[in-house]
């Protein structure tokens, strides 16, 4: 008993775990009774690497049995030749249909004894010599030994460097290529049967297209070959003899399907060119043309093959244009998808999620769209296409990368999997059957890693490669820009043609030779940038027609592209999401602020394929980051630097979010209100710390407050930021020492922020202090105090309803807003005088600062309703009774406002009115300011600036831009009677 356990044991350490598995060994001369046979070793190591030593010992044993005679000579070969055996036990460790072959062939396995092996170019030439004056079941039998002796060759040479790693290693495609030319060999070698078999094969012409799999060149070891058969003469015959090749090659070799023809199983089997074509032009549908993709004449009459091919490839490359292409297609995988049994879909290699198809139908459809004008993508196989998508620019070339090797390791599990009992499946095996795992880990030539055993191995990198296929396929397949492309007709995609000119005029170019100039500097040359800018332009140029301004925004991409080229993910980010294409597009062709900004910022591009980043930011986060940031420089300047880099940044987050129509109004004004605080605050404390550093003291706390739009948290994209500089003195300086201070600071803050910039202004306007520019630029707390009791006018009481602590010493901050409190919200609100002053300043105002030759209609500061009617009609209202009514006590317009109607100061129909006006003017301001580049208060009287106004108020390129700025003037005059009413009456 113990020396038998000993016996196992030994046979264990080579890979065996059959109980039979010695006894075979003995049997085939590898093992006694002391353990390996002399000369045995080099044998028995070989049949440990092997996928399945057990398999592979039994396959041995079986051919031993069934050819005794020979056996010794097959037995020394295998210890002499190491070119037999690793190919050998390769394939008996491998596939038991292989083994079943050998047994049934004796003599088969010299064919792997020679490293001369059959090269493709004579496959056809051995099967048809097998069949040649045979007929009926010999010719079958001829056919089905001689193509199962080259299928043992192509799976040697596909197998040996597991077992021998010395053997060479052929590549997938290899493989591939070798597997189809084989069976277009069979399918000549049938053909040749068939006509001998069918009266008068001279009477007909009979060419057979292989299809899908075959015509890509890329068949497995067990497949259906689809086949289209095209015939000339007497079709009847043709017929017949297609019919007859069928049944020969199905019963031999593999089955003949030829359901991708016309009309399918339901059409006639052989049809002429006339009649594909007829076919073709009028009946076929979106996935038959993606089907013929990889038609390839491969037998029968080559000049009649040629012809079919010519005669669909132009229907092939033109099928992008049909209406519905892209979502025709998309619909076809959901569909197929759909089919597979839900308790195997995690397990389909071919259909499922992350599976062949996911890879396959992404590769084609982008070959359809971008195909049409692009020779190097027709390619019917998916490796080749593949590289030249990613070659080409079409997918990123890391995508690419990823994508094949991808496929490449499930055709791989594939081919294991069918080459087992040569049966067709796509099934990964269940994670329960370790056994069956572990064997396929080792054909695949997957071993132990980090603690996994083969078959854990196995699964995880199954799943890893499932997740990544499906990842890429929804980032290609489902790309928007492909139904954008596909929109494009052919001749639109050609940028460089003549007809591209007047292509550019319909589309509502207006200079379209200048557009051509754009295109041709973005697009000369043969670099990958060049191609992919082919690709993005004609979508491109339909998307900016829909624009306000075509021509300025091919130009103005143009421009963002020739800034942008060294960076490296620009155009990948605008190839590979749609949705960032046609937002870009929108931008570049409605606003002149966003290009300018973008060159500097580019990083913002990236957010426009995700809304939520884009508009999502928080502005008390963004203010957190940029002080942060700005915290962290060492100096003044790098200070300021940094906080305008920031600033740009969040000024062209906003601007772009506010044109899409992902931030309403007052989020926009918050946001630009909240990013301009920051700046100070970041401005004021680094100017502080260099002051400090300077003079080897602080001796004053300094605090800002915002007034204005800056304290109502109304900034607009070209406001100024109002404020007031208050400081007090630390204990030990004196009041003198304080202003000096602080005097230095603010106008360094001033003359730092407000230094001439391609960014728009960061003027600092302190005009609104105490006797304005006459007065002192910072006062301390008292001398505040002192001036508003003592000299205070109504409308400096007016100004003081939006001051807000924005900046520097918190605590004195308040206490400033403390201290005006009751200057602004006085204690028994105003007198009848004070409200006559505060209308005859209004009535000064509308009178002396509108500009000359303005439209009072459309001013949107001192026009009729706009801005200046609105909040000085709430101002008022807050001045006389803020002391009674909390909820006025509020710097916002809005919440001043809506607190009138809750206090019955106003009814809520006419608050309703005037909130309404104020937020259109307030947005009218700002969107003219984004589509002109510069602060504008009035709305344009005509043209593409009016146009791309009423654009970002959802008009349509179609709509009367006149529409809207009667939708302006009748919301205003609504509010201007309601600011007559409240204003002027008593």
């Not at 297209?209 to 095209?230: Q, T």
């Not at 089997?269 to 032009?281: F, I, Q, S």
């Not at 007065?775 to 008292?782: D, I, S, Y």
Request: aromatic share 6%.
């Amino acid at each position: 008993m113990a020396d038998r356990s000993r016996s196992k044991a030994s046979v264990a350490r080579f890979g065996f775990t059959d109980d039979r598995a010695e006894e075979q060994l003995r049997a085939v001369g590898l093992w006694s009774e002391t353990g390996p046979a002399d000369s045995a070793e080099n044998v028995l190591h070989a049949l440990s690497r092997a996928p399945d030593a057990d398999l592979a010992v039994h396959g041995l044993d079986r051919l031993r049995e069934v050819d005794e005679a020979s056996w010794p000579e097959l037995g020394g070969a295998l210890r002499e030749n190491s070119f037999l055996r690793g190919r050998l036990l390769a394939v008996l460790g491998t596939s038991s249909a292989l083994a079943d072959f050998l047994v049934g062939a004796p003599g088969q396995w010299r064919r792997l004894t020679s490293r001369k092996v059959t090269v493709e170019e004579k496959y056809t030439e051995e099967l048809v010599s097998a069949v040649d004056g045979l007929t009926g079941n010999e010719a079958e039998q001829a056919l089905r030994a001689g193509y199962r002796g080259l299928l043992l060759e192509i799976a040697a040479a596909d197998l040996g460097h597991l077992v021998d790693p010395e053997l060479d290693t052929p590549t997938y495609t290899e493989i591939t290529h070798r597997l189809t030319a084989l069976a277009e060999a069979a399918l000549r070698a049938g053909l040749v049967v068939a006509e001998s078999e069918t009266n008068g094969p001279e009477r007909a012409k009979l060419a057979v297209i292989a299809m899908g799999k075959c015509g890509g060149r890329e068949l497995n070891y067990v497949s259906d070959v689809d086949v289209v058969f095209v015939g000339d003469g007497d079709i009847q015959v043709a017929t017949r003899i297609a019919s007859k090749m069928m049944g020969i090659v199905g019963k031999a070799c593999f089955e003949v399907d030829a359901a991708l023809r016309p009309e399918g199983k339901a059409g006639a089997l052989v049809r002429t060119l006339e009649g594909h074509d007829g076919y073709y032009k009028k009946w076929a549908r979106t996935w038959e043309f993606q089907a013929l993709l990889k038609a390839r004449a491969v037998a029968g009459d080559a000049e009649l093959g040629r012809q079919y091919c010519e005669l669909v490839a132009p229907m092939v490359w033109a099928a992008a244009e049909r209406e519905n292409f892209v979502a025709d297609v998309q619909r076809m995988r959901r569909r197929v998808e759909g089919h597979v049994p839900s308790e195997l879909a995690e397990r389909e290699l071919k259909l499922g999620r992350g599976g062949l198809r996911d890879v396959e139908f992404a590769v084609q459809l982008l070959q359809l769209v971008h195909g049409r004008v692009d020779p190097d993508l027709r390619s019917s196989s998916t490796m080749e296409a593949l590289a030249a998508l990613g070659e080409s620019g079409y997918v990123g070339r890391a995508d690419a990368a990823e994508l094949e090797g991808s496929y490449e390791f499930l055709r791989t599990i594939e081919h294991r999997l069918q080459l087992r009992r040569l049966l067709r499946t796509h099934l990964f095996p269940d994670t329960s059957e370790t056994t069956e795992l572990r064997w396929l880990a080792r054909a695949s030539g997957i071993r132990p890693s980090r603690g996994r055993s083969e078959a854990e191995a196995l699964v995880a990198e199954f799943k890893r490669h499932g997740q990544r296929i499906r990842r890429l396929h929804e980032k290609l397949f489902y790309r928007p820009l492909l139904e954008s492309v596909a929109r494009v007709p052919t001749g639109a995609l050609r940028l460089t043609t003549k007809e591209a000119a007047s292509r550019l005029n319909a589309l509502g170019y207006a200079a379209p030779d200048g557009a051509l100039q754009h295109i041709k500097a973005l697009t000369s040359g043969m670099s990958r940038r060049a191609s992919i800018q082919q690709t993005l332009l004609p979508v491109l140029l339909d998307l900016l027609a829909d624009t306000p301004d075509p021509d300025g925004g091919l130009l103005a991409y143009r421009k963002v592209s020739e800034a942008l080229a060294e960076t490296p993910w620009y155009l990948r980010v605008l190839r590979d999401e749609g949705a960032v294409v046609e937002r870009l597009a929108f931008l570049l062709g409605t606003s002149k602020l966003v290009p300018d900004l973008l060159v500097r910022a580019p990083e913002v591009l990236q957010l426009l394929g995700a809304p939520d980043r884009l508009a999502g930011r928080s502005p008390r986060e963004v203010a957190t980051s940029l002080r942060a940031a700005v915290r962290r420089q060492p100096g003044l300047n790098a200070a300021v630097t940094t906080a305008r880099s920031l600033r740009r940044h969040e000024l062209l987050r906003v601007a772009s979010a506010d044109l899409l129509g992902l931030m309403d109004v007052l989020d926009v004004c918050e946001a630009l209100s909240s990013v301009w605080a920051a700046v100070l605050q970041s401005t004021l404390a680094a100017a502080t710390r260099k002051r400090v550093a300077e003079l080897g003291a602080e001796p004053a706390v300094i605090a800002v407050i915002g007034m204005g739009r800056l304290g109502g948290s109304e900034l607009g994209y070209g406001s100024d930021a109002d404020v007031l500089f208050v400081c007090e003195p630390v204990e030990g300086a004196s009041d003198a020492e304080a202003v000096k201070f602080a005097s230095s600071v603010a106008e360094t803050v001033r003359k730092v922020l407000g230094a001439p910039s391609s960014d728009p202004a960061l003027e600092v306007d302190a005009n609104l202090r105490p006797e304005g520019r006459n007065g002192p630029l910072v006062r301390t707390l008292e001398s505040y105090r002192a001036y508003y009791a003592r000299w205070a006018e109504v409308w400096e009481a007016q100004a003081l309803l939006r001051a807000r602590f924005v900046a520097g010493d918190a605590e004195l901050g308040e206490r400033f807003i403390a201290a005006i409190d009751p200057i602004r919200y006085p204690e028994d609100g105003l007198d009848a005088a004070r409200v006559r002053e505060v209308r005859r300043i209004k009535a000064r105002v509308d009178t002396e600062r509108m500009p000359k030759g303005a439209d009072k209609t459309t001013h949107t500061k001192l026009g009729r309703g706009g801005l200046a009617d609105v909040e000085w009609t709430a101002q008022l209202a807050q001045l006389r009774y803020a002391h009674e009514f909390a909820g006025l006590r509020t710097t916002s317009t809005v919440e001043a406002l809506r607190a009138m109607a809750h206090a019955e100061l106003a009814s809520e129909g006419d608050i309703e009115e005037l909130v309404e006006a104020w937020l259109l003017a307030t947005r009218v301001r700002n969107a003219g300011m984004l589509v002109r580049g510069k602060a504008v208060d009035q709305i344009p009287g005509s043209g593409r600036e009016l146009a791309a106004v009423a654009m970002v108020f959802g008009y349509s390129a179609d709509d009367d831009p006149g529409e809207f700025v009667d939708h302006y003037r009748r919301t205003t005059r609504r509010a201007h009677a309601v600011v007559e009413r409240l204003f002027y009456d008593p």
